[in-house]
């Protein structure tokens, strides 16, 4: 699962308001590894690895 999030430098509680003079743009990978087949639910064996990149302009158009 790949989530891609455009937020501003300094993000806040006026998020909202910023959407318009977002200045840097997030990829964010997320993938969950367990040693069954459904990660749904939390367990000893599962992990999650989360790696946040910069990503390019022209990205945030195209979210996945």
Same mark, same amino acid.
């Given at each position: 699962?790949?989530?891609?999030?455009?937020?501003?430098?300094?993000?806040?509680? #006026?998020?909202?308001?910023? %959407?318009?003079? !977002?200045?840097?743009?997030?990829?964010?990978?997320?993938?969950?590894?367990?040693?069954?087949?459904?990660?749904?639910?939390?367990? #000893?064996?599962?992990?999650? %690895?989360?790696? !946040?990149?910069?990503?390019?302009?022209?990205?945030?158009?195209?979210?996945?």
């Amino acid at each position: 699962m790949v989530l891609e999030l455009a937020a501003p430098a300094g993000a806040g509680p #006026a998020l909202q308001r910023c %959407i318009p003079h !977002i200045q840097r743009v997030f990829r964010v990978r997320v993938s969950c590894s367990t040693a069954e087949s459904s990660c749904e639910s939390p367990s #000893a064996g599962s992990s999650i %690895i989360v790696n !946040i990149e910069d990503g390019k302009e022209e990205d945030c158009t195209k979210a996945k």
